[in-house]
């Protein structure tokens, strides 16, 4: 036990010393996150921690500039319990420092869209609003894919934001969507696309299981 927690401060501190923390580097930060499932569940996350990870999610990309994701940050422990039940019994729900419902407003490019160029020149607003209107309007399988995209790819800041502040992540869709979508009030025009644990974690991801080869996911200019 004695040498496993000085093998962990030994790691900790070699890992730090290569560069976690905020100067770490993009590809350092996206080849060492892992997807780790156990939490410290006594460690917490400062609020400045907590706002800084999701200041630099919300620079995340969405088409037309919509910012349709919504961050569903649950800190009430009976409801990370309640949601662990529908979950899998998955102990990152509870254990992880921040745990975020990550979901979208699928309505988000109707509501308001001045807002989402409100800065901009007022030739491109008037080229804006009008497109923004005439992509989405009564096509519902787009305003869903719309929002797995915007989800995924704010998914993918948060937890890479998150490695380099020192910290572990998990991207999770093992639960019940509708029984969580009922747990915290999910209205109507929203979905949920996934959860995203953050916290330090406590035991090391196993190796990489079956890493495909590049030839294999890559198509050069059209399938056969
Ligand atoms: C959309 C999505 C859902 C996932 N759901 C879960 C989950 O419910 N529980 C879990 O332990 N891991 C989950 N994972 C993690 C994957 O199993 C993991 O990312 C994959 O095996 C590759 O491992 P790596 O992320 O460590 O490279 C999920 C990953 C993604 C992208």
Known sequence: MQGYKLNRILICYVTKKEGEGEDM???????????????????????EEVNELLSLAILSPTAFNIQNWRFVVVTDTELRKQIREVAWDQAQVTDASLFIVLCADMKSWEKQPNRYWVNAPKEVQEFMLPAIDNYYRGKEEVQRDEAMRSCGITAQTL???????????????????????????????????????????????????????????TIKNRFA
């Open 25 to 47: 580097r993009t590809d350092e930060a996206i080849r060492t996150r892992r997807a780790v499932k156990h939490y410290d569940p006594n460690h917490s996350m400062t609020l």
């Open 159 to 217: 937890m890479l934001a998150a490695k380099s502040m020192g910290y572990d992540s998990c991207p999770m869709d093992g639960f019940d969507f509708e029984k969580v979508a009922e747990l915290i009030n999910l209205p109507a025009d929203h979905v949920v696309a996934m959860f995203v644990a953050i916290g330090k974690g406590t035991k090391e991801a196993w190796p990489r299981p079956g890493q495909l080869d590049l030839d294999e996911v």
